[in-house]
């Protein structure tokens, strides 16, 4: 039983913290976020923006051979 609603109120937190979350509207600055260079290395979105402006591209299914 203790599993149960240990379950139950994980799923009403996550819930009730999902609800608060707020979209990005266009022209919104972006969170701060971190993630791996192709060289493994973190690199921090901050950090990028600290020097100029910053344009993410992501290649989807791009199937390159790199």
């Known amino acids: 039983m203790r599993t149960v609603m240990a379950v139950v109120v994980a799923a009403a937190l996550g819930?009730?913290?999902v609800g608060s979350v707020q979209a990005l509207?266009?022209?919104?600055?972006a969170?701060?976020?971190?993630?791996?260079?192709?060289?493994?290395k973190p690199?921090?979105?901050g950090d990028?923006?600290?020097k100029g402006p910053v344009v993410?591209?992501?290649f989807v299914a791009a199937f390159t051979s790199t």
């Open 48 to 50: 990028l923006t600290a």
């Open 25 to 29: 509207e266009v022209g919104d600055k």
């Open 31 to 40: 969170p701060d976020f971190t993630l791996n260079g192709p060289d493994g």
């Open 43 to 45: 690199v921090k979105l």
């Open 15 to 17: 819930l009730a913290l």
């Open 56 to 58: 993410l591209y992501t």
